[in-house]
């Protein structure tokens, strides 16, 4: 079975700055996805970015990036211009052959105005 | 149509009650999913139905009975709860199994109190 941890269960970031979300996962296979998803207070947990293991390039959308390491099996969120709307749960995700996601604790991030 | 509805939002109910939890998608999605979690803490699976067939139970108690009655329809049926049991139950949807790049569509939940 794949692991996936999340080391920092609360962060905080000052409105307009920059935060890192860090996430490691072990896995034996060689071509896989991996995913970022938000859980805002008390609504749905929508998919924030998608990262391909056999693309060397970076996923972006918008103020939100990865930092993928493949070797070290790291795969971190870069979140740019912070806004009081991205406070939230985030949780890093990684499916199996079979689409089973397997979910890291979390972190819980606040931004402060 | 890019919405997974779940209903009620909300439920109460005490440990001899029998309720149901409903789930509901429109984006032709093969691959459905039922969630359990507890405030602060990752999504738990507790069933996984592909083509309206039960594929993966994960060791769910008896007092959950979940079914499929058409591709676009998922029903939790509660019986006998424990106080424990009070968590939020998220539902899901992909286009299928066994495609690691395809997301998971998620519900808003329904927030379960057991009393």
């Known amino acids: 079975a794949q692991t996936v941890t999340q080391s920092q269960p609360e962060m905080s970031v000052q409105e307009a700055e920059t935060v890192t979300l860090s996430c490691t996962y072990d896995?034996?296979?060689?071509?896989?996805?991996l995913f970022w998803y938000k859980q805002p207070p008390s609504r749905q947990m929508i998919l924030v970015i998608r990262q391909e293991a056999y693309k060397q390039q970076n996923a972006t959308e918008n103020r939100f990036s990865v930092n993928f390491q493949k070797a070290a099996k790291s795969f971190s969120l870069k979140i740019s211009d912070s806004q009081l709307g991205d406070t939230a749960m985030y949780f890093c995700a990684f499916p199996d052959t079979g689409n089973q996601f397997y979910f890291g604790t979390g972190t819980s991030l606040t931004v402060i105005p | 149509d890019t919405e997974v509805t779940q209903t009620p939002k909300h439920l109460v109910m005490g440990m001899t009650n029998k309720k149901s939890l409903k789930c509901e998608q429109h984006m032709g999605h093969r691959a459905m999913y039922w969630y359990k979690q507890k405030a602060k803490k990752p999504p738990e699976l507790m069933f996984v139905?592909?083509?309206?067939?039960?594929?993966i139970n994960e060791s769910v108690p008896s007092r959950f009975s979940p079914e499929c009655p058409n591709s676009s329809l998922l029903n939790l049926h509660l019986h006998a709860l424990q106080p424990e049991d009070s968590a939020l139950y998220l539902c899901a949807s992909s286009p299928e199994l066994g495609q690691m790049f395809y997301e998971q569509y998620f519900g808003p939940g329904t927030r379960l109190t057991v009393t």
């Open positions: 896995t034996s296979e060689n071509n896989y996805y």
């Open positions: 139905y592909s083509y309206e067939k039960l594929s």
